[in-house]
């Protein structure tokens, strides 16, 4: 059972465009909604990551937006430039809290980003 | 964030030997984890590692075929067992700081001939 849904499977913009990508979550006890940034040959870099109780994020160029009522979100990527051209993943997991056991991530299938010159 | 660092960065192996991948953190961490990644394809939790307990497998995922050693705060190791081709992938650790980010490694990426 896929639990996070990403849209779309790859994406080709132009320098200075923003591209939009997508996540659906069925799992309303996620709590915790990460964005990762992997280029080839290397592992997954934290991009942003939001709670439900906000309802967009920002840090530099990249943006999270979120809907709790409708269970998506979404990572928008302002001024686009030919270096971020990577895979974007999204995350969700259900906080550890008081009982331990880890922040475990269930992630979305991965949106292939090229930004063109 | 944390500095992680993984051994070896590849390798090529036999069917039906095993290999074992080192993950090392530059900082103490309670929580470790270890995730697959199939050429192309998505993250899979393999299990958690919580220094002085049993590791945590994830369903399809068992101790016999993924064993792993977590014996301090910065440190772990997952072997995988009597391989098949099926467990070509790229094998990552990662690891939870205090306030629920995840930081992950390079990655070991292993090719069963």
């Known amino acids: 059972q896929q639990q996070v849904k990403q849209s779309p499977q790859s994406l080709i913009v132009q320098k200075g465009g923003i591209p939009i990508i997508n996540c659906a979550y069925e799992?309303?006890?996620?709590?915790?909604f990460p964005w990762y940034q992997q280029f080839p040959g290397k592992g997954p870099a934290l991009l942003i990551a939001?709670?439900?109780?906000?309802s967009e994020k920002k840090e530099g160029r990249f943006t999270i937006s979120f809907n709790k009522s409708a269970k998506q979100f979404s990572l928008h990527i302002m001024d686009s430039q030919p270096g971020d051209s990577a895979t974007y993943f999204c995350?969700?997991?259900?906080?550890?809290?008081?009982?331990?056991?880890?922040?475990?991530?269930?992630f979305g299938t991965g949106t292939q980003l090229k930004v063109e010159l | 964030s944390a500095v992680i660092s993984q051994k070896p960065s590849r390798d090529i192996c036999q069917r039906g030997t095993s290999l074992t991948i080192q993950c090392q953190v530059d900082s103490q961490v309670t929580m470790m984890f270890w995730y697959r990644q199939q050429p192309g394809q998505s993250l899979t939790l393999i299990a958690t590692?919580?220094?002085?307990?049993?590791?945590?497998?994830e369903s399809g995922f068992v101790i016999d075929k993924f064993p792993i050693s977590r014996p301090n705060l910065t440190f772990s190791t997952l072997t995988v067992s009597n391989m098949s081709p099926e467990d070509s992938s790229i094998y990552l650790c990662?690891?939870?700081?205090?306030?629920?980010?995840?930081?992950f490694g390079p990655g070991t990426r292993l090719t069963v001939t």
């Open positions: 939001i709670r439900p109780d906000v």
């Open positions: 590692a919580n220094q002085g307990s049993e590791a945590t497998y």
């Open positions: 995350a969700a997991s259900i906080s550890p809290g008081l009982t331990g056991g880890g922040n475990k991530l269930t």
């Open positions: 990662s690891v939870e700081a205090s306030t629920y980010e995840q930081y």
């Open positions: 799992n309303t006890a996620f709590d915790y």
